[in-house]
T-cell receptor, first 114, second 113 residues
Framework: KAGVTQTPRYLIKTRGQQVTLSCSPISGHRSVSWYQQTPGQGLQFLFEYFSETQRNKGNFPGRFSGRQFSNSRSEMNVSTLELGDSALYLC?????????????FGQGTRLTVV | GENVEQHPSTLSVQEGDSAVIKCTYSDSASNYFPWYKQELGKRPQLIIDIRSNVGEKKDQRIAVTLNKTAKHFSLHITETQPEDSAVYFCAARTMEYGNKLVFGAGTILRVKS
């Protein structure tokens, strides 16, 4: 069974640009969550998608958005990039609507904003 | 919302010794508590988890204990080995918030050989 796949692995963008990151969950998993990891703030929850609907949202500005497709693949978009958006973006795949199940993480996308 | 505090931030132990990492959470409705290990440059990987209806769980050298009354849970690693060196994160999940995980700040564990 393939694991969680995130693309691209590395990105360098300029302030003011926008970026789209992709996450393909484990086959059969319907929930995808996104996290931002930085040395200073640790792992911060961005949002969760389940069956193409955003189910939860963290405390991030509206520049951060996401969506989920019918095949459960998810994308997140960051517009008007700021230097502080430089981070490792991780997605996590969970089996389904039932709770208390394990979240599997992708390798992450390392975003550098210059 | 939920808040998770984790201590210590760094922990150095001698190979073969035990290591204990502690976390406290604020939301009494939290019912799932996973622990993740993240090696340098790698993804977080689940090493053990515990649900709120269980007080303790063991898996070989790793154990987790949960005290719901005090709202804290701990990771215990016995007979530490150099390959245990990594960053460890605790997390909590509340049914009300789907699969959202709230993470502690992490503990850097160094096992000296």
């Amino acid at each position: 069974k393939a694991g969680v796949t995130q693309t691209p692995r590395y990105l360098i963008k300029t302030r003011g640009q926008q970026v789209t990151l992709s996450c393909s969950p484990i086959s059969g998993h319907r929930s995808v969550s996104w996290y931002q990891q930085t040395p200073g703030q640790g792992l911060q929850f961005l949002f969760e998608y389940f069956s193409e609907t955003q189910r939860n949202k963290g405390n991030f500005p509206g520049r951060f958005s996401g969506r989920q497709f019918s095949n459960s693949r998810s994308e997140m978009n960051v517009s008007t990039l700021e230097l502080g958006d430089s981070a490792l973006y991780l997605c996590a795949s969970t089996a389904g609507g039932g709770l208390n199940t394990e979240a599997f993480f992708g390798q992450g996308t390392r975003l550098t904003v210059v | 919302g939920e808040n998770v505090e984790q201590h210590p931030s760094t922990l150095s132990v001698q190979e073969g010794d035990s290591a204990v990492i502690k976390c406290t959470y604020s939301d009494s409705a939290s019912n799932y508590f996973p622990w993740y290990k993240q090696e340098l440059g790698k993804r977080p990987q689940l090493i053990i988890d515990i649900r709120s209806n269980v007080g303790e769980k063991k898996d070989q050298r790793i154990a987790v204990t949960l005290n719901k009354t005090a709202k804290h849970f701990s990771l215990h690693i016995t007979e530490t080995q150099p390959e245990d060196s990594a960053v460890y994160f605790c997390a909590a999940r509340t049914m009300e918030y789907g699969n959202k995980l709230v993470f502690g700040a992490g503990t850097i564990l160094r096992v000296k050989s």
